[in-house]
């Protein structure tokens, strides 16, 4: 069956072709649609974390560290124009995406400032939701084997609920940790305090199967 091929392969292609030949790169892009099980069809939104992760995986195998963080800062761009371009054609709505991996944190980002875009927001207001986003993907994927981010846009008031939530170990000393008493080695302390400070309204709720922090932010 021929692959079906659409207009992310060839810009992946002209992006991989500046470190590596045309075919190698066709090569990256075959192995990473293959490895992802999305080698006989168009990419949509919900392969696109995947398959970026498979991409720089295969990448990784012939380019040395600094090419690769140089690859990845191209790619990055290229997911964000993806996600764009997904949801420039519809209406402000709900959006529920898995986190898992550093990729996902990538493509909520891009999520959250097209939502923003979308609401007709100023760019303070979208640094802050993307800063919100940031710490609270990261939180999903540094501390818990994945969970989930939903946004949901308003135009009355304006505004954007953003919850993310996951089946981790939950957060025993949470008291302390919105107080600013306790701090981890790896900043999850100061990464809440920090959302609940960017929100109109913060509430989490943490327990030994799982964390569900809902903030909304409005305009």
């Known amino acids: 069956m021929a692959r079906v091929r659409d207009d992310t392969d060839d810009r992946i292609t002209k992006v991989l072709g500046?470190?590596?030949?045309?075919?190698?790169?066709?090569?990256i892009i075959d192995q990473a649609r293959r490895a992802t099980g999305t080698d006989n069809a168009d990419l949509r939104a919900t392969d696109m974390s995947a398959f970026f992760v498979a991409l720089e995986k295969q990448a990784g195998k012939v380019l040395d560290r600094r090419r690769q963080s140089l690859l990845r800062g191209e790619l990055e761009f290229e997911l964000a124009?993806?996600?764009?371009?997904?949801?420039?054609?519809?209406?402000?709505?709900?959006?529920?995406?898995d986190v898992r991996s550093e990729w996902d944190v990538s493509v909520v980002r891009a999520r959250a400032r097209e939502l923003m875009t979308a609401l007709g927001t100023a760019s303070y207001d979208v640094v802050?939701?993307?800063?919100?986003?940031?710490?609270?993907?990261?939180?999903?994927?540094?501390?818990?084997?994945?969970?989930?981010?939903?946004?949901?846009?308003?135009?009355v008031p304006r505004s954007l609920v953003v919850q993310a939530s996951d089946n981790g170990?939950?957060?025993?000393?949470?008291?302390?940790?919105l107080a600013g008493r306790y701090r981890s080695k790896t900043g999850l302390g100061k990464g809440l305090i920090g959302v609940k400070r960017?929100?109109?309204?913060?509430?989490?709720?943490?327990?030994?199967?799982?964390?569900?922090?809902?903030?909304?932010?409005?305009?």
Do not use: Q, W
């Open 18 to 27: 500046k470190y590596v030949p045309e075919r190698a790169a066709r090569n």
């Open 81 to 97: 124009t993806f996600i764009s371009g997904t949801i420039a054609v519809a209406p402000p709505a709900d959006h529920t995406l």
């Open 128 to 155: 802050r939701v993307m800063t919100l986003v940031s710490e609270l993907a990261r939180n999903i994927v540094l501390y818990t084997a994945g969970g989930r981010m939903t946004f949901t846009p308003a135009m």
């Open 169 to 177: 170990p939950g957060i025993p000393n949470l008291n302390e940790v």
């Open 198 to 219: 960017l929100s109109t309204r913060f509430t989490i709720h943490s327990a030994p199967n799982g964390t569900c922090v809902e903030a909304e932010v409005r305009f």
